[in-house]
T-cell receptor, first 112, second 114 residues
Framework: DAGVTQSPTHLIKTRGQHVTLRCSPI?????VSWYQQVLGQGPQFIFQYYEKEERGRGNFPDRFSARQFPNYSSELNVNALLLGDSALYLCASSLREDNEQFFGPGTRLTVL | GDSVTQMEGPVTLSEEAFLTINCTYT??????LFWYVQYPGEGLQLLLKATKADDKGSNKGFEATYRKETTSFHLEKGSVQVSDSAVYFCALSDGWQAGTALIFGKGTTLSVSS
């Protein structure tokens, strides 16, 4: 079975631009969570979605938004990119919101 | 708020040496505790977990015991291999199993040489 997939693998943007990252959960999983991992740090929670509804939000500015589609895939959007947004963005899926989370390989975002 | 503190790395060991990576936590409730491993170029993999005090999680020769009295969840392995070289993250969650938000430590890099 395929694991969590994320696209693109790498992305380079400039300050002020907008970016959309995509995540496909494991088949049958209905919850998706997003994390930001800055180089040398542990992942930080951004959002959790379950059955297309937001179930949790971390301490990130409103420039960060997300949504979950009827097929349970998800998008993370970041507006007005800053240099500090450069990071590895990880997506994790789980059967429900209270189950073990399985992580994808991440999208490496570089903001110049 | 809740937080996780783990020992600074890198940790450099020879093959077959004993490994300990310290992890302590701060939480208002009764969290579940986890160790995740991240191999180069890959995502996070759950290594082991414990959901209540005195539980011992174990997997692939790694062990960690949930110590409520010392708020600790130290990772140990009796004999490390070169293939264990990776970054190890301690994490907690207030949800059941690994649900809701995971709060991670900063990670400890382990390098094992033959």
């Amino acid at each position: 079975d395929a694991g969590v997939t994320q696209s693109p693998t790498h992305l380079i943007k400039t300050r002020g631009q907008h970016v959309t990252l995509r995540c496909s959960p494991i088949s049958g999983h209905k919850s998706v969570s997003w994390y930001q991992q800055v180089l040398g740090q542990g992942p930080q929670f951004i959002f959790q979605y379950y059955e297309k509804e937001e179930r949790g939000r971390g301490n990130f500015p409103d420039r960060f938004s997300a949504r979950q589609f009827p097929n349970y895939s998800s998008e993370l959007n970041v507006n007005a990119l800053l240099l500090g947004d450069s990071a590895l963005y990880l997506c994790a899926s789980s059967l429900r919101e209270d189950n073990e989370q399985f992580f994808g390989p991440g999208t490496r975002l570089t903001v110049l | 708020g809740d937080s996780v503190t783990q020992m600074e790395g890198p940790v450099t060991l020879s093959e077959e040496a004993f490994l300990t990576i310290n992890c302590t936590y701060t939480a208002t409730g009764y969290p579940s505790l986890f160790w995740y491993v991240q191999y180069p170029g890959e995502g996070l993999q759950l290594l082991l977990k414990a959901t209540k005090a005195d539980d011992k999680g174990s997997n692939k020769g790694f062990e960690a015991t949930y110590r409520k009295e010392t708020t600790s969840f130290h990772l140990e392995k009796g004999s490390v291999q070169v293939s264990d070289s990776a970054v190890y993250f301690c994490a907690l969650s207030d949800g059941w199993q690994a649900g809701t938000a995971l709060i991670f430590g900063k990670g400890t890099t382990l390098s094992v040489s033959s």
